[in-house]
């Protein structure tokens, strides 16, 4: 069965800090992994996206992951964190094979930023 | 371009009545997906659309969910005699490619509409 687990349901930085919100998944397959950010009251937002081709992945608003097999991981990082950061993050498996393309997400992580 | 959208924004009913949530993806896009997103389950999968096929119906929680899609286009998820437990957003989303289709290595990103958020009393 594939799944994810965000390690850390709430993570707090001080502005200008680095962030690390940490995601490990589970499939069987070569999985497709992504985040997404959702802002209070708005929709779900790609962050960026995993496919095998390189194993650190840059997104938008400066965040990266990096895929660690060994590790099964994919923690998204980011190097100053911004007040506009401040959102829940959700890290995705997509197990592709034999599964539809349906996304599995993990509990989602509540990011705060203090001033 | 237009993104995905869906109607209502925001549905009051009371618990045993039908009620019917909208979902326009993205023009040319053919794979289209319901999902749920609540307190205490989460984020879920609800049902897959190719086309105007379901070839993957596995996360409809009961048989009182029921979608379709018409004209490989705009989508309709139906939930008879809601129930308290059914109160959540509706989430929409829609890729290019979907699964299954030639050439694909990966899954297509998905592009989520705004939501309808649904209260049963």
């Known amino acids: 069965a594939q799944s994810v687990t965000q390690l850390d349901s709430h993570v707090s930085v001080s502005e200008g800090t680095p962030v690390l919100l940490r995601c490990n998944y589970s499939?069987?397959?070569?999985?497709?992994l992504f985040w997404y950010v959702q802002h209070p009251n708005k929709g779900l937002q790609l962050l960026l996206k995993?496919?095998?081709?390189?194993?650190l992945v840059k997104g938008i608003n400066g965040f990266e992951a990096e895929f660690k097999k060994s590790e099964t991981s994919f923690h998204l990082t980011k190097p100053s964190a911004h007040m506009s950061d401040a959102a829940e993050y959700f890290c995705?498996?997509?197990?592709?094979?034999?599964?539809?393309?349906?996304?599995?997400f993990g509990q989602g992580t509540e990011l705060s930023v203090k001033p | 371009g237009a993104g995905v959208s869906q109607s209502p924004s925001n549905k009051v009913t009371e618990k045993g009545k039908d009620v019917e949530l909208r979902c326009d993806p993205i023009?040319?896009?053919?794979?289209l997906y319901w999902y749920r997103q609540s307190l205490g389950q989460g984020l879920e999968f609800l049902i897959y659309?190719?086309?105007?096929?379901?070839?993957?119906k596995s996360g409809l929680p009961s048989d009182r969910f029921s979608a379709e899609r018409t004209g490989g286009s705009v989508s309709t998820l139906t939930i008879q005699r809601t129930q308290q437990e059914d109160s959540a957003v509706y989430l929409c989303?829609?890729?290019?490619?979907?699964?299954?289709?030639?050439?694909?290595?990966?899954?297509?990103?998905?592009?989520f509409g705004p939501g309808t958020r649904l209260t049963v009393l």
């Open positions: 499939s069987s397959y070569s999985p497709s």
């Open positions: 995705v498996v997509s197990p592709f094979y034999n599964q539809g393309g349906k996304l599995i």
């Open positions: 023009s040319g896009h053919t794979a």
């Open positions: 989303a829609s890729s290019q490619r979907g699964f299954g289709t030639s050439g694909e290595t990966s899954t297509d990103t998905q592009y």
């Open positions: 659309f190719q086309g105007n096929s379901a070839p993957d």
């Open positions: 995993y496919t095998s081709a390189a194993t």
